[in-house]
C-alpha cells in the first residue's frame, strides 16, 4: 500500500516522505554501519603485533606518544556518531519537535568532530608519506561536510519538515451530549 503524504490547512506537505526519507537513510546508513567499521576496521588492528608495538613500544617506528590517546578518542567518535544517529532516528520515528533542531546540532557536529580528527591525524603524522592514510578521515568529513551544507538548509527551509515535527496541540476531548 502507498500512503500519500497530506497536507496541512495551511499548505505544504506533511508526514514521513520525500526528502526526509533520504535524510533518515542517511542515518539508518550510520547507525547500521558503525558495528561493521568496529568489527572490519578496528578488530583486526588491534590483532597485529605491530599494533600494539606502537601503541607501547617507545622505540617503534610508528610509535608516537599520544597515539594510544588518539585511538581511545577515535573509537569514541566513532561510537558516538552511531550512537547519535540513534538518537536523530528515534526522534524521526516519533516526530518529536525536537527533531530539526536535534539534525542541524547532528551535522554540525559530526563534520566539526571529524574536521578535529583529521587536524589531530595531520598534527600526529605530519609527513606521512601515505596520503591514503588520512584519506578516510578526509573522506568522511567530505561527506559530513555535504550533509551540512545541504541537510541544514533543507531541516531549516523546508514546509514538510516544519509541519511534520510541529508541536500539535492534543485533539479536545468530545463535547459531551445534552
Do not use: C
Not at 86 to 101: D, N
Amino acid at each position: 500500500m502507498i500512503h500519500y503524504p497530506s497536507t496541512t490547512p495551511e499548505g505544504g506537505p506533511t508526514g514521513r516522505g520525500g526528502w526526509l526519507l533520504v535524510v533518515a537513510a542517511g542515518l539508518a546508513y550510520t547507525v547500521l554501519s558503525v558495528p561493521f567499521v568496529l568489527v572490519e576496521d578496528w578488530a583486526p588492528w588491534f590483532l597485529y603485533p605491530e599494533t600494539w608495538d606502537a601503541l607501547a613500544n617507545p622505540t617503534a617506528s610508528g610509535y608516537h606518544p599520544s597515539f594510544p590517546a588518539f585511538v581511545v578518542f577515535y573509537l569514541l567518535v566513532t561510537v558516538l556518531i552511531g550512537f547519535a544517529a540513534a538518537v536523530g532516528l528515534v526522534l524521526f520515528a516519533r516526530r518529536s519537535p525536537e527533531f530539526p533542531k536535534y539534525m542541524i546540532a547532528y551535522y554540525l557536529g559530526s563534520f566539526v568532530i571529524l574536521l578535529l580528527v583529521l587536524t589531530v591525524e595531520l598534527e600526529m603524522w605530519p609527513y606521512d608519506h601515505d596520503p591514503s592514510s588520512h584519506s578516510e578521515t578526509g573522506a568522511q568529513m567530505v561527506i559530513a561536510f555535504l550533509w551540512m551544507m545541504v541537510g541544514g538548509p533543507y531541516i531549516v527551509r523546508s514546509r514538510r519538515v516544519k509541519n511534520t515535527f510541529s508541536k500539535q496541540a492534543p485533539p479536545s476531548p468530545p463535547s459531551p451530549a445534552i
